[in-house]
């Protein structure tokens, strides 16, 4: 199949302002793209990139004074299948784990482990290692919280959305990586397209989408407790910790952020 995404963002700065933008597709899908993701900006500015320590793309641009649009437009070709289940993976001894995995067992910004440890063995102990246990944080979260955007702010954790029993799709991904790694299994945060395609159109405008993924078996599996149940058309921008390390745009000084928009369709032939 074949997806048609991109965005439209304007931003308004009252004077010089440098900005890191992660928006590109992450590099592991770049082979399937059939339009590239260039970022166009009115007006048009240089633009540098580099790859963060995480692999992403980033973008370095300074914006102007006044009002900037920073946009994009692609087209990507999709397996048009489902995240894969596999029951069967099973889960590392601490020990056994590859070196690169190990960042991602560790507390962070938004995902307090120390905060939520006792919680998570006095809940978890009890499961099945491996896979089982992981989709047992992943039931727990997505019937814990309560999705709606007005319960969004940028400096919500895991801990307050645990407490406060609601969130965005970036609290539920972050109470379960903080909740998995509580429990010796390596979380990462990721962030990307997820339209609507497979399942009824959602009735809020489109946004980016936040999930995980989890390390089992010898390799990385995607989890998404705000929908709790396999999606099409996942398209992976950014890999990191925690949302910290992948913000759609890092401003060094004062903005606004006056016009956001996502699309992410599937696209017919």
């Known amino acids: ?23 590109n597709v992450h590099y592991s899908r770049v082979s399937d ?22 692999g992403n793309w980033c973008s370095r641009i300074v914006a102007p004074p006044g009002d900037l649009l920073i946009t994009a437009d692609a087209t ?6 489902a995240d894969a289940v596999e029951p069967a993976a099973i889960q590392h001894a601490v020990e056994a784990l590859p070196p690169e995995t190990l960042v991602y067992l560790q507390g962070s910004r938004y995902c307090e482990t120390d905060r939520l440890s006792e919680f998570a063995w006095k809940q978890f102990g ?35 959305a645990f407490n406060e029993r609601t969130g965005v799709c970036r609290d539920f991904t972050h109470l379960m990586i903080a909740l998995c790694r509580c429990l010796n299994i ?13 399942v009824p159109p959602a009735p809020e405008p489109m946004d980016f989408s936040a999930w995980l ?57």
């Open 76 to 81: 990507i070709r999709d397996s048009g299948l």
């Open 126 to 160: 009890g499961t099945p290692l491996g896979w089982p246990r992981v989709q047992a944080v992943c039931d727990f979260v997505h019937a814990h919280l309560r999705f709606g955007y007005p319960f969004a702010r940028p400096s919500k954790t895991a801990l307050e």
């Open 33 to 54: 793209l059939l339009a590239p993701d260039h970022i166009v900006t009115r007006p048009a500015l240089p633009i540098s990139g580099y790859r963060d320590g995480f």
């Open 186 to 198: 390596p979380a990462r945060y990721c962030t990307g397209y997820l339209g609507d395609i497979g």
């Open 213 to 269: 993924e989890v390390y089992l078996g010898g390799r990385w599996h995607t989890f998404d407790p705000r929908h709790n149940t396999p999606r099409i058309g996942r398209v992976l921008i950014a890999q990191g910790r925690d949302a910290a390390d992948v913000p759609i745009s890092n401003a060094f000084g004062p903005n606004t952020l006056k016009g956001f928009k996502v699309w992410t369709d599937e696209v017919a032939g």
């Open 1 to 23: 199949m074949k997806i048609r995404i991109g965005y439209e963002l304007i931003y308004a700065c009252p004077q010089p302002t440098p900005l890191i933008l992660t928006l």
